[in-house]
């Protein structure tokens, strides 16, 4: 797998990413999408708004992310999933396997 590779701030680099670190950044990169927001696949996403609100449904906002995850190519398997909702912030931890049998951790800050 190789993917083009973006900075911390989510700009484009010259070059590419591969093998583990292109699928690091394709699952946080599934994380951070809002939902309806690609043309090609209204159904892709997270529902952000819904859940960066008061009193949001936090099992369907579990169950959304671990979709996300699991969806992305050479994911083989999500071993944890931590998510800490202060105010319109989510913090979320995930641990997965990939595909190259390598165990990836990832902290991934969400906001409005």
């Given at each position: 797998m190789k993917v083009r590779a973006i900075d911390s701030e989510g700009?484009?680099?010259?070059?590419?990413?591969?093998?583990?670190?292109?699928?690091a950044q394709n699952v946080k990169t599934q994380?951070?999408?809002?939902?309806n927001d690609w043309f090609l696949d209204f159904e892709n996403?997270?529902?952000?708004?819904?859940?960066?609100?008061?009193?949001?449904?936090?099992?369907?906002?579990?169950?959304?992310?671990?979709?996300q995850i699991l969806s992305v190519e050479g994911v083989s398997s999500l071993e944890i999933l931590n998510i800490n909702l202060n105010e319109r912030k989510a913090t979320i931890e995930v641990q997965y396997r990939d595909i190259y049998d390598e165990n990836q951790r990832l902290l991934i800050n969400a906001s409005e």
């Open positions: 700009d484009w680099l010259l070059g590419h990413k591969a093998d583990s670190a292109a699928i994380i951070l999408s809002l939902y996403g997270v529902r952000w708004f819904n859940y960066l609100s008061k009193n949001p449904n936090t099992d369907k906002m579990r169950d959304e992310i671990k979709r």
